[in-house]
């Protein structure tokens, strides 16, 4: 079993920085993919951002610049760096996995852009 658990949420204003994290655990040999995707009300869930285990990354276009995804594969862990942050960023963020288990989603965790 994977238990996935994020940090780093709460309330921010315009313009402010906050850094999420996601520690992995249990019976994981090797962690591939991971990345982290957000839900606003009433929308669905969309990838933010995303790294391999070589270290590339890839974006939503939205976040491009602002956002930094990152790792530490001794860790199990992953990280976003978001600075410059704007009201439409507000949502619940998902860490994923794709690891020698399968897939694997955390529970959550909300932040909120506002002054």
């Known amino acids: 079993q994977v238990q996935l658990v994020e940090s780093g949420g709460g309330l921010v204003q315009p313009g402010g920085s906050l850094r999420l994290s996601c520690v992995a655990s249990?019976?994981?040999?090797?962690?591939?993919?991971m990345g982290w995707y957000r839900q606003a009300p009433g929308k669905q869930r969309d990838l933010v951002a995303g790294?391999?285990?070589?270290?590339?990354?890839n974006y939503a276009e939205s976040v491009k610049g602002r956002f930094t995804i990152s790792r530490d594969n001794a860790k199990n862990t992953v990280y976003l760096q978001m600075n410059s942050l704007k009201p439409e960023d507000t949502a619940v963020y998902y860490c994923?996995?794709?690891?020698?288990?399968?897939?694997?989603w955390g529970q959550g965790t909300q932040f909120t852009v506002s002054s």
């Open positions: 249990g019976s994981i040999f090797r962690i591939y993919n």
């Open positions: 790294i391999t285990s070589g270290g590339s990354t």
């Open positions: 994923y996995i794709h690891s020698d288990r399968g897939g694997s």
